[in-house]
């Protein structure tokens, strides 16, 4: 077979690259070990999801999924979220069983809890590495606690490191699991394009041409490359915004160096998660408050790339996936949309990767093998520190979250429910931050002065970008009062002077602020019905 083969030719792969802990622990340990730490994953994030309270962009995703009608309909409703349907359509079935959005939330926790059980049964780490990255600020926290299109993503790319050792007996099946990859998000489609391309680089290079050992599975070999195509050309098809978007709409094409370096820094976002102890703590990072570190930073982040392609340059597979997906992934935060810690995750994800399938990778022969080698041998003492600080951010980001508000979306909507004032016709602005309070109130629709129209999750089109004036906020929900004689509740992410409020004959209910959305503190207001 030509998977014995394979494992027997030092040539392609060499085995004793395997951590020694992980190519001597039994079967059995390894199972109870990996469905322990999961045990204690689901028990420490499952506190931290209770004490989370979701804010726009996880109910967003929620809203779409209960307010579109049929698949089509969700698929036009998308078409400004600048992500694939995959997770969206993960949760259709869930708002139809229940509107609340906790149910979106349980499931992205056993999605973030299978992934940490596939992680500590099938890595080729030591336990110590395994745990740590378990509990650490991605895994823990970003990708498990904030219920978000990418912990899918996450899942996706863990499954097809295990199918990568035996991937030409599973060819179709790592086509399967790519085109899903390519559908979470367009950080995801831009690893599925390098995994693609390590992997065609792989075939031709070293196995295409070996007839007596392929030509049983070659249809199957091109059957899954095809798969792969199908669903990064779809993604890239769908991830197409319409001409009237009104979100991330430039490009920038101006090379500058010094934008590329703020770029190139974003690696230490992805590689040193160590939260802040502060309320503000989402995307923070202490080690950034050090003069020293901050010196040492963009050095520090070319050091990281240099080291990787160091580490993978004798087998190239790795070095191909590595490169394509981290210069990708740069270069559309360049271009495009910088993001957030958890887009950035997807520098670290590609590290993972690439270092989990390192070990099934095969090998070329170099002039000289000691760079590389020496480079290889520094990843268990390097990856473990950076693992430490992981889990310093991982178990800070919990420990904040149960101390401060995230979003007061969900306190504002029980609020609401308790004066039984939830039938009432609402306004809310701003709507991206409303929406929040949509979604717990499991509300159909609100008025959005932006864009002017009833709605309930945000379409980011052209329409909701013109100017919205409080006064103007006011006198529509004065308007929809007199037409449906009824109180009006308007919901607000900032106050309305005293002059309108005396005005408008405004009654100022409550107010909730200091959350670590600050956007996402909420007053509501209430007009009389004429």
Not at 153 to 171: P, Q
Not at 308 to 332: N, S, W
Request: charged share 15%.
């Amino acid at each position: 077979m030509f998977l014995q083969h394979f494992s027997q030719s030092p040539q392609h792969v060499n085995r004793s690259t395997f951590p020694k802990s992980n190519r001597q622990i039994p079967i059995v340990t390894k199972d109870f070990y990996a469905i322990g730490v999961t045990f204690l994953f689901l028990l420490v994030g499952g506190y931290g999801a209770i004490h989370h309270e979701m804010w726009r962009d996880e109910v967003q995703a929620w809203l779409l999924a209960r307010d579109s009608t049929s698949i089509i309909d969700l698929f036009a409703n998308m078409k400004y979220e600048g992500h694939p349907a995959f997770w969206h359509l993960c949760l259709m079935p869930l708002t139809r069983i229940n509107a609340s959005p906790i149910m979106m939330q349980v499931f992205h926790l056993l999605i973030a809890a299978t992934t940490v059980f596939l992680f500590t049964r099938y890595a080729p780490f030591n336990k110590v590495q395994k745990f740590l990255f378990s509990f650490g600020y991605f895994a823990l926290y970003e990708y498990a606690i904030v219920a978000r299109n990418y912990a899918i993503g996450i899942l996706l790319i863990i499954i097809f490191c295990i199918l990568y050792r035996e991937r030409y007996k599973r060819f179709v099946w790592i086509g399967i699991v790519l085109i899903l990859l390519s559908h979470t998000s367009v950080h995801a489609l831009i690893v599925t394009i390098a995994i693609g391309l390590g992997l065609l680089c792989e075939y031709l290079y070293f196995y295409c041409c070996r007839e007596e050992i392929l030509n049983a599975n070659r249809h199957h070999i091109w059957i899954g490359f095809v798969l792969i195509g199908f669903g990064i050309v779809t993604a890239v098809l769908q991830l197409n915004p319409p001409s009237d978007t009104g979100f991330a709409v430039g490009w920038n094409f101006n090379f500058t160096i010094q934008r590329m370096n703020n770029i190139v820094r974003i690696i230490t976002n992805a590689f040193l998660p160590f939260t802040r102890h502060a309320r503000g703590f989402w995307g923070s990072n202490r080690l950034y408050s050090f003069e020293f570190f901050q010196l040492i930073r963009l050095s520090l982040c070319y050091l990281i790339i240099f080291w990787c392609i160091l580490r993978f340059l004798k087998r190239p597979t790795t070095l191909i996936m590595y490169v394509t997906a981290t210069v990708g992934l740069l270069a559309f935060f360049y271009v495009k949309y910088g993001g957030s810690i958890r887009h950035h995750g997807f520098l670290f994800a590609t590290f993972i990767l690439t270092s989990w399938i390192y070990y099934d990778c095969p090998e070329i022969k170099l002039p000289t093998n000691f760079i590389s080698n020496l480079a290889q041998r520094c990843f268990s003492f390097v990856f473990t520190c950076i693992l430490i600080i992981h889990y310093l951010g991982g178990i800070t980001a919990i420990a904040m979250e149960k101390r401060h508000v995230f979003s007061y979306g969900k306190e504002t909507a029980e609020y609401i429910k308790q004066q039984d004032m939830q039938d009432l016709p609402m306004v809310g602005d701003t709507d991206f931050a409303v929406s929040t309070v949509v979604g717990y109130l499991e509300k159909d629709k609100v008025y959005y002065p932006k864009g002017c129209r009833f709605g309930s999750f945000v379409r980011w089109d052209k329409l909701r970008t013109h100017g919205v004036f409080n006064e103007g906020i006011i006198i529509d929900a004065k308007m929809l009062s007199k037409r449906y004689s009824q109180d009006v509740l308007i919901i607000m992410n900032r106050t309305f002077s005293d002059e309108l409020k005396e005005k408008y004959q405004l009654t100022q209910l409550e107010s909730f602020t200091g959350s670590t959305i600050g956007d996402e503190g909420f007053h509501l207001y209430l007009i009389k019905s004429p």
